[in-house]
């Protein structure tokens, strides 16, 4: 952060960091309070918590990052009620209901994202968008903030390649997506709608049509994200052949590979000795066609339609990320629940016994949170269980610039200062 401010120009300036950044880095400082008691105190309570309703899912992607946990544990309507009242009494601002699983395949999600709402607390979709029947795009549409889509592909044909479903739900998804869009205009709602793309070598080709295709639905942005998956077994096995012969051509066999993975039994194998990364087979043999298509892809945004991509995720494509921070921090302020009731630092050592913060079965919220249990399963964190950079490096470079001084340098001091003065938008949902 060794940059000349000068206060007088910055007040009079007008703003120009744009605060419709949906992830912003900057959010945190939107809740300035709860940063000042954790800088003080250690410890503050979360801002967000993603909520796994179940963990049943109605598609098969053949290398889902859930899928060692994918089975029918399901969070019931009584327990999730009383879960979500203990949140709301700790100050908790926003609920992000995803996976795990899908929530759409909760029986009482409708009524889940109505009690949210009725508690007067922000909620969140995200889902496959198979499953979304009339009641629960009208919940969502009337309560919450944004709900988004995991398309994922232009066509049937991606679709099945990367979901392992027919050419009937990509329809459905689709329709589902227009449906959203119509229910919002008839609800004169302002929940944002997103979709998503996972892109990798095996998905390029379909990324700029993918990003065609949400803009003609009318959806409000796609986010295109690389394509992660865990360090296991079969990820090797496509590797192996890859790491020999890592060349484009290559990437037909590991497509033809990962269509014939299936999900396998509900074992859980997150044992704090795995990853989650791009496999070689996909991050590799075109990452400058990936960044390309990328650039392509802004060309379809316009004052309606945004594109977005984590710039900093995909530098590990080209293997450029480094680390400032040290340490995990972010945990303090947002935390998943699982669909067995269990506390876990983030979604991406979800179902980790080696990070399990508690049980909400066993303890009140309140309890776990102030527990030794908890402080001792995040003292634990080893950034080899975590992806670099993960989902939340931007929060965690943040707090470590404000708790020991030491900035990555895309902390711009005149953007924090901009950060402080505007409230960034989805502020709660970090
Ligand atoms: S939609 Fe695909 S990635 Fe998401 S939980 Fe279901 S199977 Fe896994
Ligand atoms: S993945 Fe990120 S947020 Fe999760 S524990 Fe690791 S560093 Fe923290």
Redesign the pocket.
Known sequence: MAEHIDLQTELNQKISVSSHNLQSKYKLLNHLDRVLEWEKNGLTYPILVNFTLTNS?S???PL????DF?DKRTVSFEEAKDIILQLKEVGVKAIGLG?G??PTCHPHLKEVIEFIGQNGMEVSLTT?GQLLTDGIIEAVVKNGTWIRV?LDADGPQLFKRM?GMEEEVFHLVVGNIAKLVEARKFFTSDVVIGVTYLIGAHTVEGVYNAAALAKKLGVDYIRIRPFFTWDDAKKEKVEKENVENPEAENVEKANAQIVQMN?PASISKRDGIQRVFPPKSVREPKSEEILRELQRCKELEDERFSVSYPVDRFQTIRGENQRVHKMCYVHHFTTVISADAKLYPCCMLEDNAKYCLGNLKEKSFKEIWHSDERKQAYSKINFKDCPNPCMLEKHNELLWAIKHGESSEEISLKEVLYAVKVPQAHANFL
């Open positions: 899912c598609h098969r992607c889902c990052t859930s899928r994918l996976g699983g899908d496959n995991s979901h999900i």
